[in-house]
């Protein structure tokens, strides 16, 4: 059974920066395209950033120019770069398979996700 974990949450300042990882216990990404979603308190999840199997990007338009995903297929991480930090970005940060996929294969458990608060 695939694990998610994931890391790299913290506090920081408005205007600030985090790089989120996701690591998972089986080669999974080369063959599954991958999302980053986010849980603010009292809001549903959304979807935050995607990866396809093939590489292609996409992001949710309230981060866009700011956040960037990226993966190590070789490591089983995948990654988010959060640039410009915005209070609005304070959330539970989870990964998962992107929409896509999830609706082919599935959904994995989720992880415990990782705190980001963002101070103005």
């Known amino acids: 059974q695939v694990q998610l974990v994931e890391s790299g949450g913290g506090l920081v300042q408005a205007g600030g920066s985090l790089r989120l990882s996701c690591a998972a216990s089986g080669r999974i990404f080369s063959i599954n395209g991958m999302g980053w979603y986010r849980q603010a308190p009292g809001k549903q999840r959304e979807l935050v950033a995607t990866m396809s199997r093939d590489g292609i990007t996409d992001y949710a338009d309230s981060v866009k120019g700011r956040f960037t995903i990226s993966r190590d297929n070789a490591k089983n991480t995948v990654y988010l770069q959060m640039n410009s930090l915005k209070p609005e970005d304070t959330a539970v940060y989870y990964c998962?398979?992107?929409?896509?996929?999830?609706?082919?294969?599935?959904?994995?458990?989720w992880g415990q996700g990782t705190q980001v608060t963002v101070s103005s």
């Open positions: 998962n398979r992107d929409p896509r996929t999830m609706a082919l294969l599935g959904y994995y458990s």
